[in-house]
T-cell receptor
């Protein structure tokens, strides 16, 4: 049973446009959500997070939106740059003895 | 400040052998997590150690085991290696689980032949 789902395995966007990566979750106990970026042959790098008490968190070109009622979050990248091309993982955690649960990732390609 | 470091970066083993992977966490981080990323799959949770104790374990057989040392570094052991154990093994550390992000190492690429 996959608790964190990223239904789009890949996404292509033109440089300068907006990239929107989506993530759905099923566990209502999740209260902290994170996005990681991963380049080939490297470990995932933390990008941005959001607590369940918020519905939006912004950091430069990156904004994460959380819709608790829909159990859905999204990552917006504006404007997209070629260096943003990577695999993006959505992750979630709940209080207590539970680890970060990751989605399968979405490969973003930003085309110049 | 040094990040999470893993060794070795690459490891080739024969089926049936044992593999030992090592992870040094970020100073001040007490939690260490191990994840497996097999080809085409996401990050599958393996093990979580905090303050030297195993806190949680993913859906993996008992031949996957590990430990955390007093300095919070960690070791993952995989016994009786099978071909499907070939994957990228990622270690991450964090300060407070659930309220802070985990920082990952670069991973160990294990190949079982």
């Amino acid at each position: 049973d996959q608790q964190v789902k990223q239904n789009s395995p890949s996404l292509s966007v033109q440089e300068g446009r907006i990239s929107i990566l989506n993530c759905d979750y099923t566990n209502s106990m999740f209260d902290y959500f994170l996005w990681y970026k991963k380049y080939p042959a490297e470990g995932p790098t933390f990008l941005i997070s959001i607590s369940s008490i918020k519905d939006k968190n912004e950091d430069g070109r990156f904004t994460v939106f959380l819709n608790k009622s829909a159990k859905h979050l999204s990552l917006h990248i504006v404007p997209s740059q070629p260096g943003d091309s990577a695999v993006y993982f959505c992750a979630a955690s709940a209080k207590g003895n539970t680890p970060l649960v990751f989605g399968k990732g979405t490969r973003l390609s930003v085309i110049a | 400040e040094a990040g999470v470091t893993q060794s070795p970066t690459h490891l080739i083993k024969t089926r049936g052998q044992q593999a030992t992977l090592r992870c040094s966490s970020i100073s001040g981080h007490t939690s260490v997590y191990w994840y497996q990323q097999a080809l085409g799959l996401g990050l599958q949770f393996l093990l979580w150690y905090d303050e030297g104790e195993e806190r949680n374990r993913g859906n993996f057989p008992p031949r996957f085991s590990g430990r955390q040392f007093p300095n919070y570094s960690s070791e993952l052991n995989v016994n009786a290696l099978e071909l499907e154990d070939s994957a990228l093994y990622l270690c991450a550390s964090s300060f407070l689980q659930g309220v802070s992000e985990a920082f990952f190492g670069q991973g160990t690429r294990l190949t079982v032949v």
